[in-house]
């Protein structure tokens, strides 16, 4: 099994009138992080997904992108 360290993720965006998701992907364990971007700040998440998930994203409007805006969020350098 892969080490957590060496997958690379996948990143992806939603944009809504009230705020936006970010959310990072682990396509190897089908894990991720969800951050919800509102008025009140950042919130974070922990998910687990299913096979689907890129069919599931992209149904659902998310757009692919990199990963710096996660990580400036994940990191506290933007709230």
């Known amino acids: 099994m892969a080490k957590e360290n060496n997958i690379v ?3 992806f965006k939603k944009e809504m009138p009230d705020g ?3 959310l990072r992907v682990n396509p190897i364990q ?3 992080t969800e951050i919800w971007v509102g008025k009140q700040g950042a919130e974070m998440r922990t998910l687990d ?3 689907e998930i890129f069919e599931d994203l992209e ?3 998310f757009v ?3 990963p710096m805006e996660f990580n400036l969020y994940l990191s506290g350098l933007i709230e």
């Open 9 to 11: 993720h996948q990143y």
């Open 20 to 22: 936006k998701i970010l």
């Open 30 to 32: 089908f894990k991720g």
């Open 49 to 51: 997904f299913d096979a």
């Open 59 to 61: 149904e659902d409007g």
């Open 64 to 66: 692919e992108v990199n």
